[in-house]
């Protein structure tokens, strides 16, 4: 007998740091990287477009200094980035038409440019990053929700979070939920919801 | 040989474990090991940013995300102990001021993990009065508490 494990399509997206937490943004919404200026700009021209500027540490409630240790002794100095992110012109046009995928995101990769301004709101952001990691294929399928403790604006922040393999924990970013004035995701979950874990261990 | 019937007898006659006890906050607590999925070492915690600052976290248990919550916030505040919590008594004093460093698991549909900062071992039931005050165990018991966290963070309720 044969069992066939259904396969789960492995998207690619840029993995950020902020506070020694990993970030998944969906590639195809990252348009490019640049070094953060100081004083931060309200917003960030690229392109003819204006990206709203987001500082994620602020946004999350975290301290401007980090207490996390650098990833890499020999990596870049207290420097951080700032990541334009913006709506692809597909997620836009199936956002319009009401059968946008779920996330939000279109899948594959969309190549870089102006985002479609059309009747939809279309998010074009500059994240302030601590951070970037490199661009990585995930298997987003096997991302989680929140758990149901989690019930501020967080749920509008992220999609969920994928546990990977080495033990670690990257969290998805919900890009058109960063925004100040971001509506909270659509209801059922984004992500389908995943069986409940039935932990073992054991009692002492 | 004994029955299985007389096995049951013999086995009411002693006193069983039923309870997980504990220390949260310096204080003795327990759990019914009903709601009991198992004990294990805290790992790496993912601090997913969250409005409620007793969600300290996310950890994997066993390939499973579960978040890490701070019961002891949610018991008093972080503060002294509420009223009616037990007084501290050898064991707990000897680990006062130390990082937890095991997690109790829940066993519900969202299961929880939530840190101690110490296990007191299993304990048999308390005998209560006959008026079943509570109040009277050893123990402060947080099934209670428990329940009420698995069912807010239930998708159903």
Known sequence: MTITVPHQAAERYALLAVDGVEYAVDASWVRRSLPAPSPLPAAVQHGGM??????????FGLPAGSAAPPRAVSGPGPERLI????????????????????????????????????????????????????????AAGAAVPLPGVYRGPERRWFHGVLPRTDGRITVLLRP???????????EPEALATAAAPSPGGTVC | MLSRRDRGREGRQAPRPGL???????????????????????????????????????????????????????????????????????AVAAVEGRPPAFCIIT???????????????????????????????PWEILDPL???????????H
């Open chain 2, 146 to 156: 428990i329940v009420d966290l698995a069912r807010d963070q239930d998708p159903a």
């Open chain 1, 50 to 59: 204006a990206y709203q500027l987001v500082d994620l540490r602020q946004l």
């Open chain 1, 176 to 186: 058109e939920g960063l925004a100040p004035a971001a509506a909270p995701p659509p």
């Open chain 2, 20 to 90: 997980l006890a504990f220390v949260i906050g310096g204080r003795a607590r327990a759990l019914s090991l009903g709601l009991v999925a198992g004990v294990a070492e805290i790992g790496p915690v993912t601090r997913v940013p969250a409005a409620d600052p007793g969600n300290l976290g996310l950890i994997v248990h066993r390939g499973a995300v579960l978040p890490l919550v701070d019961l002891g916030r949610r018991l008093d505040g972080g503060a002294d102990a509420a009223d009616g919590a037990v007084a501290a008594d050898d």
């Open chain 1, 83 to 138: 990541l334009l992110i913006g709506q692809p012109p597909a997620a836009a046009g199936a956002a319009a038409s009401g059968a946008a995928a779920p996330g939000g995101a279109a899948s594959g990769a969309v190549a870089p440019g102006p985002a479609a301004d059309g009747a939809v709101a279309v998010h074009r952001l500059a994240l302030v990053i601590d951070d970037l990691l490199g661009l990585e294929a995930l």
């Open chain 2, 107 to 137: 066993r519900s549909r969202q299961a929880i993990a939530f840190p101690v900062e110490a296990i007191l071992g299993l304990q048999a039931l308390p005998a209560l009065p006959a008026n079943g005050d509570a109040a009277a165990s």
